[in-house]
């Protein structure tokens, strides 16, 4: 591993400038560079140090007689012993003075030097905060943006479908402030402490102070491991693992005074990573020789590079044993703030999106226009996004050493030097650019040996290939085919001849660091000169609408004459003259779901099959038909969005009663939409804010047979700053369908709306197969100031009402109230006769109760008990002597 990290904190872009305060607590008088009235120094390892240390570390002026003569000429203001980290020969004999006359800490620091038992002397190193404020955020959000540009870059998805890390793994960040209670690191924090203030068991920022300069550490904190896949705020690449929080700083949020102390507390309290997001340039051997130990304790030390676009050291990134992060953009190219030196390791995203944001987005002790979330760059980014995927790779194998860790970290980095930008900073920018996927998959840990080959049934003298499956990624592979040439082969993938007939065992072992594995298959390979078919087929696609056809290939070896497919469901019809005895058949689905496909196959030599299980799904909806996510997932509808918005199902869109629904929201950056809070047309919504539309889609309802159809679902939306930023509609065969009010466009009257079932006649597109989508057009984020804008969508219901009308006849008519209705529903008809029978029905047209009665008056009020019905939509019916009247109903 190489040196360290920087020790500047870059703090925050945000929408306003930020006014510069007067910063009380530490003011450097003397050297900005290291530490006003305090020095290192440290016995020579042969020499027997008998001085008593307390328990808080610090020492009696009087038990240290050697300093004497200093006490007399100068103002000694205290002694401690800073360091004693395992007991380390080194730390132990390392002591920290203390003193009033900065001006005099070159006269101490040589009459120190005049001891013959002292090894060295030096000053203390000072790690401070570089803020840079910064207002482009606002206009650089204007167009598209991408707030997690971040993540993509490093292809985190691709990493979390490997493995999402393990709350096991601990990544301590070590910084200003880290605040606790952030909702998206309240769940992910186990352990906390302030340094500064020996006793106080958590990193939170003080009750003072400008926020916005306190946020750093909770911003680095977010960044390697935020609550991910929660429903609020940010994703972060660590996933699942854990944070342990450590403040750093006392008054001053600029300076990091505390550093090195809250590295050894991190250390002592099972901290696997450590991530330092500050820096100086003030080398230190007492701080080299803490970090010594702390390696041997095999944890991973990450630091930043720097932000001031010089190849200078800055410390503690230039450390032996620190993983040194320099800072890229989305491009790959280095930002123009990040140090490059020789002491580089790895690139990280710490700069600017391409179209926006300036910087990453994450968490954050002070509010701004995004929530407590706000976007930062610098290296002090790039640094805890990589620390959060070394506690990834942890999770992977956590018996890696730290070596090994920066082995996987920068063997798997993508080469940038060859981006157009780098050409300046040849051999500067370390490994290059993290790869999240890379490393995952290329986290070594115990082999699991396995391999394969396309086809173990040849004829002979044929050459087949054999591919290693094998998991731990093994670095040495020892192949034995029985039979074979060659019959050895330390090849990943060899190729290998077999000459004679026969059933010949092929075994594999592999081997790793970390072990190694054996996997022996008997008589896995068959030589004959008379094969069987070997059989093989695929598809034009696997996923297809309802009545659409697909085209089968037969890809079967050794020459078959007669082909025989099957399917399951048998749901389909071949078309185009080909039939389940064609070679290679046209196949047309009539039913939607899963289906197995299966071939036999044969020639003189006898008959073979393949049988793909669930290989092919058809999309569609057969009615009546139900949805409410209650598994967490969306069974029949394909969930998208455009750029600026998004699409889920989770238990914040859930109606009353429910689990989960359908939640569509916008973008977590401002800009770019058409339109005010107040005044966005639906025309806008539709026509001009495209990147903002989500989407769920089924591109096939079965209404064949069926006159009459309709659609029902549970409707609710926010809003943060306008009612006309949250827009709802339904598409029917790509045109706009009102509900029975005539209404095509939805938007929220408050942000305390309930959910309102909306009911759509689709009868015009009855007797037919049509494509259906339920539309959003949102323009902010889930909970984006207060709520966002969000639309939530539970319970859809397409049915066949084909029989059931709602209307009257004979001039008979019905008044129900209240409607939706819970508990009694009260009705009152006209027109209808004396004698009157009365019924509910569900929406298919069952009757679900009735009664009938004799001597009903126009005007009567009766009423209707509800209780035992489930929530819906129902028809009240009144047959009587004189006339017929229907009426629809909800119950809540």
Known sequence: ???????????????????????????????????????????????????????????????????????????????????????????????????????????????????????????????????????????????????????????????????????????????????????????????????????????????????????????????????????????????????????????????????????????????????????????????????????????????????????????????????????????????????????????????????????????????????????????????PLTAGLCGLILSVNPDLTPDQLETVLKSTCEDIYSVPGNENYAGKLGAGRIDAYAAIAGTPFHPVADFYTPVPYITPGTGIQFFDLSAGVPDVWSWEFTGGTPHLSSQQNPTVYFATEGVYTVNLDVTNDFGTDVETKTNYMTVTSTPIPWVLFSANTIIACNRDTIVFTDETLYDPTVWTWDFQPSSVTFVDGTSLTSQNPHVRFEAPGYYTVNLTASNANGTNFKTITDMIFIEGILLNFSEDFESGESNNFNLSSNSRAKVKVDSRAAAPGSINGLHYQGSGLTGGWSGGPANTTPEQAWNTNVNFHGFAENCSVDATGMERVELTLDLRQTYSVGNKYSWFRVLVNGEQVADIYGNTNFNPATNTDPFDMKIFDLSQFGNSLFDISLQSSCFLSDKFYAEGDNVFVDNIMISNTTGVKEGANNNASVLTYPNPVTGVLNYSARGTGEQVTVKVLNIQGQTIWQESFKGYKDGDVNQINTDNLSSGVYILQLNGDKGTTTKKFVIE
């Open 1 to 383: 591993m190489k040196r360290g990290f920087i020790s500047k904190l870059l703090l925050p872009t945000t929408f306003i400038v930020l006014a510069l305060i007067s910063l009380t607590g530490i003011s450097q008088t003397y050297n900005r560079d290291f530490m006003d009235g305090q020095v290192y120094f440290k016995f020579n390892d042969q020499v027997q140090v008998d001085i008593p240390v307390n328990a808080d570390r610090t020492v009696d002026p009087e038990n240290a007689p050697f300093l004497n003569a200093i006490r007399q000429q100068f103002d000694i203001t205290g002694l401690s012993r800073p360091f004693d980290l395992n007991n380390n020969s080194k730390l132990v004999r390392t002591f920290e003075l203390n003193f009033s006359q900065y001006d005099k800490i070159e006269a101490i620091m040589e009459e120190l030097a005049k001891n013959p038992d002292l090894e060295y002397v030096e000053k203390v190193p000072l790690a401070y905060i570089d803020y840079t404020p910064d207002d482009s955020l606002y206009n650089l959000s204007q167009g598209s943006a991408n707030w997690n540009w971040h993540l993509d870059v490093i292809n985190a998805e691709m990493a979390w479908d490997i493995n999402t890390g393990s709350p096991d793994i601990k990544v301590a960040i070590v910084d200003n402030a880290v605040w606790i209670d952030h909702p998206d690191l309240v769940n992910k924090i186990v352990l906390s402490e302030d340094m500064t203030q020996p006793g106080i068991q958590n990193s939170n920022p003080p009750t003072g102070g400008d926020p916005s300069l306190w946020s750093h550490g909770t911003h680095t904190a977010g960044l390697a491991a935020a609550e991910t896949d929660n429903g609020i705020g940010v994703a972060s690449v660590g996933y699942n693992v854990s944070l342990i929080g450590v403040k750093a700083s006392s008054s001053n949020p600029e300076y990091v005074t505390s550093g090195y102390a809250g590295l050894q507390w991190a250390a002592n309290n099972g901290a696997d990573v450590i991530s330092m997001s500050w820096s100086g340039p003030g080398f230190s051997q007492t701080n080299q020789n803490l970090i010594n130990t702390i390696h041997g304790m095999d944890v991973v030390m990450l630091a930043s590079a720097g932000n001031d676009n010089v190849t200078t050291p800055q410390y503690p990134a230039a450390y032996n044993y620190v993983i040194n992060v320099a800072s890229t953009n989305e491009d790959d190219v280095k930002t123009d703030f990040s140090n490059y030196a020789v002491s580089v390791d790895v690139c990280a995203p710490g700069g600017y999106g391409n179209q926006g944001p300036s910087g990453l987005l994450s968490t954050t002790w002070d509010l701004t226009d995004f929530g407590y979330y706000d976007v930062y760059a610098g290296t002090s980014m790039s640094c």
